[in-house]
């Protein structure tokens, strides 16, 4: 009976992947912005886009994107970040301060673990506020890979359209995740993910003084920021002084402001974990056509 | 035949009474029944009470000892609950790899329900209980000197002395100068309504245009009434806040739940008179000189602290939301509203007036501040009584001058437009409170506990409940 078993399974397992089984169509919804240089491109239209899956052509829709949507300010609040703390202050205030009204705010602070600070609100006041009475920061360590993990694994729980803005510098000290799975967890969410790069004099007037080490960190965390908005069609910022916070924090909120849907039909192979999203944004002009920068995540993880 | 002679014995006390004005002490009325009664009835009910100094300072000293061995006892409550928090948390590290699902789901609520009890309970001795004490104390201080100001009011209308006070030229308002430079303030209050707005302070404003037509429509009544030389500009809140505030320059707030708990157009009127002194009166502008414009918006008052970051994981804020404690009223700067002892005297006075001369009755003020004091308890009105404290000599302030101004007949209660307004406002409660039920939350509750257990109160119930110790007498 055993023997039966373990010769059916084998069978199964032996199949060569073309007759693997490929799930039924499922519409997936995606958020995207289109640029041209530093201008932001509003107005496409659905001839405007092409989008393959896995390499393979998909059709596809744009709809109106939800609303409200639910921005998460993930900050870190630890000892380190005496080093950064003019970033960190600065783009926090700017941003409540450029943010519309009419989202759903919350505020996610981390530095050993995650705490929610403030829940989500309409009230922006509330996230300065609640910044500012978390007092001294109690922890050396900045667990960031932890932090991401376990916020995405929050907002999976909650649907709609989510939007993180981590403000902090990257660096992760003793993590109990690994880079790897801090970046698969951002691969099964929806939440486009924006790195706010802190710790401008670091890379500006006192990178001379850096050893080998504390550079090496500094890149490692800059790649780590970069990743999560390359994963999830955000943007990562590195400013190279503290004035350039309230102009990058306008640019995020802008770019949330003009974020297309697009919903395709996705035919997910299931014999990789990892479903590649491509999508290209054109306009025909005089017979040639313009290519724009998309950004867009650049695909989906079956959890 | 003994029911005849009670019923003409009674008939002739009741006669005499009000002619003799002298203390016949009612029997049938303890001192703290009588405080039970509202701020109006007691204007009514104090002549004949009667009761002596010494029963009055007794009572009085009663109160004061009540209410701090009630908060004591709610500050005990806190700690209480917060060591056994902290028991609980422990038992969760110690016991989590042992636990089964059944054993960890009742360990879970049993720490989400510490958590909100020691919420309350600090809540309610920081806030809640002096609020609720506050408004008893003031009182006990109208039954003990209302009568003899009462026989002060009256000689001075016998003898026409009245017409001397401080803004006694009624017939005059709007003509008058209350305090000169009105025009100045303009700036500062567009200054600070756009800050506010930047930083997120604002609430939603309602867009529902029934309501929105109804309440300009009044506010610029009672303006044009008024000692306003600057254009009103009025902006309905959509929150569930009970209160109304004023900024310097003419900005008026008013917010949905004032809407909400205004029983007549008088006690809405009166509130939105009092602001509108506030702004003739200039306050915000006099104390606003002493701060910067950081400190203006903000006040480091300790009921934000409470209520914004709720202590523990932010839950206090889940738990503050749900009971509408939160609001404007809580944060904004005292000294951009213009609230000092002093000032609302003023603004009490001069309210009063401009809701009389707009020809709507101005006891509609002090009934809303009665209303404010029983039936939304002391938990929903903490954001109202922060920004209007109850005393004593506000209440006779209002009292006295709504019995010095000249006789008017048909002064308005209420009208079916204000009716019209609660039924339109109906829809964008709804429509407020479902989208409420929609935020989304990160705290993820844990579902399905049983109620927490204590401390025994609801929003909207007396402060007797909590502390019946100032039931009893002396
Ligand atoms: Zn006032």
């Known amino acids: 009976m055993i023997r039966i078993l373990i010769w059916i399974l084998l069978a199964i397992l032996l199949l060569p992947t073309p007759l693997m089984p490929i799930e039924p169509l499922v519409e997936r919804s995606v958020y995207l912005t289109v640029e041209d240089g530093d201008r932001l491109i509003g107005g496409l239209t659905e001839e405007n886009f092409r989008v393959s899956e896995n390499g393979e052509s998909r059709d596809f829709r744009l709809e109106e994107p939800e609303l409200p949507v639910m921005i998460t300010l993930l900050v870190e609040h630890s000892r380190m970040a005496a080093w950064y703390w003019d970033d960190i202050t600065q783009s926090l205030s700017s941003f409540v301060r450029s943010a519309p009204d009419g989202h759903w705010y919350s505020l996610v602070t981390y530095a050993q673990t995650i705490e929610v600070a403030s829940d989500f609100t309409r009230n922006r006041a509330e996230i300065l506020d609640a910044w500012n009475r978390l007092g001294q920061p109690m ?32 660096i992760d000290t003793f993590s109990r995740r690994t880079l790897g799975e801090a970046q698969r967890k951002v691969e099964a969410t929806g939440a486009t993910i924006f790195g706010i790069g802190a710790g401008s004099a670091l890379r500006g007037r006192l990178e001379m003084y850096l050893g080998t080490n504390a550079r090496m960190e500094l890149l490692r965390a800059q790649a780590f920021l970069q990743m999560l908005a390359d994963k999830t069609g955000g943007q990562a910022f590195f400013p190279r002084f503290v004035t350039a916070f309230p102009n990058v924090m306008r640019s995020v909120l802008l770019m949330v402001g003009h974020q297309y849907r697009l919903i395709y039909d996705s035919q997910p192979r299931l014999d990789r974990p990892f479903q590649v999203l491509e999508v290209e944004a054109f306009v025909i002009e005089d017979d040639r056509r313009k290519d724009f920068t998309v950004r867009v995540r650049d695909g989906w993880r079956e959890e | ?83 056994q928090l902290r028991d609980a948390q422990a038992e969760l590290r110690r016991r989590t790899a042992r636990l089964n699902d059944e054993e960890r789901h009742e360990l879970h609520c049993r720490i989400q329900n510490l958590r909100k009890m020691e919420q309350q309970a600090e809540l309610l001795a920081n806030h809640a209980i002096p609020t609720a004490f506050d408004n008893k104390l003031a009182k006990l201080e109208l039954v003990e000197k209302w009568p003899a100001e009462l026989r002060k009011i009256e000689a001075e209308i016998a003898a026409e002395k009245h017409y001397e006070r401080r803004y006694g030229d009624v017939r005059d308002i709007g003509l008058r100068n209350i305090r000169s430079g009105q025009q100045d303030d303009i700036k500062r209050g567009h200054e600070a309504v756009q800050q506010m707005k930047m930083m997120g302070m604002m609430p939603p404003e309602m867009d529902n245009p029934a309501v929105v037509q109804y309440v300009n429509d009044l506010s610029q009544k009672i303006a044009a009434a008024s000692d306003l030389q600057v254009p009103l500009q009025v902006t309905i809140l959509n929150s569930k806040e009970i209160n109304a505030f004023a900024l310097p320059g003419g900005y008026i707030f008013i917010q949905r739940g004032l809407l909400e708990a205004a029983e007549t157009e008088a006690q809405l009127a009166g509130v939105i008179a009092h602001e509108i002194a506030h702004m003739t009166g200039r306050h915000g502008h006099r104390l606003m000189r002493r701060a910067t414009i950081a400190g203006i918006l903000y006040q480091a008052a300790q009921i934000a602290a409470l209520i914004f970051t709720g202590g523990v994981a932010g839950i206090g804020t889940y738990y503050a939301l749900q009971y509408g404690f939160y609001g404007l009223g809580l944060v904004l700067s005292l000294d951009l509203l213009g609230v000092s002892r002093d000032f609302e005297r003023e603004a009490d006075q001069l309210g009063v007036q401009y809701a009389w001369n707009a020809g709507i009755d101005p006891r509609g003020f002090t009934e809303f501040f009665s209303l404010m004091a029983s039936r939304f308890g002391y938990v929903a009105g903490l954001s109202w009584f922060r920004t209007h404290p109850p005393f004593y000599d506000r209440m006779v302030e209002s009292q006295r001058e709504m019995m010095f101004l000249p006789p008017k007949d048909s002064l308005v209660r209420t009208t079916t437009a204000f009716e019209e307004m609660k039924r339109a406002l109906e829809d964008v409660t709804k429509k407020a409170e479902a989208d409420e039920k929609q935020r989304p939350s990160l705290l993820s509750p844990v579902e399905d506990c049983p109620e927490p257990d204590l401390p025994r109160y609801k929003p909207g119930d007396p402060i007797e409940n909590l502390c019946p110790a100032i039931l009893e007498a002396p």
């Open chain 2, 1 to 83: 035949m003994p029911y005849q002679c009670l019923a003409i014995l009674l008939s002739l006390l009741l006669a005499v009474q009000p002619v003799a004005g002298l203390a016949s002490t009612r029997p049938d009325l303890t001192l703290t029944q009588a405080l039970g009664k509202s701020y109006e009835e007691l204007f009514d009910l104090a002549p004949g009470l009667g009761f002596t100094q010494s029963h009055i300072d007794a009572h009085r000293k009663h109160l004061e000892r009540a209410r701090d061995t009630c908060i004591d006892e709610y500050k005990d409550a806190a700690k209480s609950y917060n060591r």
């Open chain 1, 139 to 170: 922890w050396r360590e900045v667990n960031t890979y932890d932090a991401i993990y376990e916020t995405a694994e929050k907002l999976q729980l909650i649907g709609g359209r989510h939007v993180v803005v981590l403000i902090g510098s990257g």
